[in-house]
């Protein structure tokens, strides 16, 4: 992914010390209805572009568990098998 910076001030805030994210897209995401990627110290957020109110929430070691999985090709089914 490359990294295209979109600060967003947490709905929280009401002010002093906030928390805010950077959301990457893939570069090749032309739909408007991507898959968005945020890092934080303790924390990987995933989200749809189109619908950004739904966040998931992952650990950084279950997200790199995740990502290896996808690369070992773990997730393929049907003819991508």
Not at 19 to 27: L, Q, R, Y
Not at 28 to 39: F, I, K, L, P
Not at 66 to 74: P, S
């Amino acid at each position: 992914m490359t990294a295209t910076p979109d600060w967003t001030r947490s709905t929280y805030c009401s002010g002093g010390n906030c928390v805010e994210v950077t959301w990457s897209t893939a570069a090749n995401c032309t739909s408007g209805s991507c898959v968005q990627v945020a890092h934080t110290d303790g924390a990987v957020f995933i989200r749809q572009s189109a619908d950004p109110t739904r966040v998931l929430e992952f650990t950084p070691d279950e997200w790199t568990a995740f990502v290896k999985g996808v690369n070992a090709g773990e997730f393929r089914s049907g003819e991508d098998a």
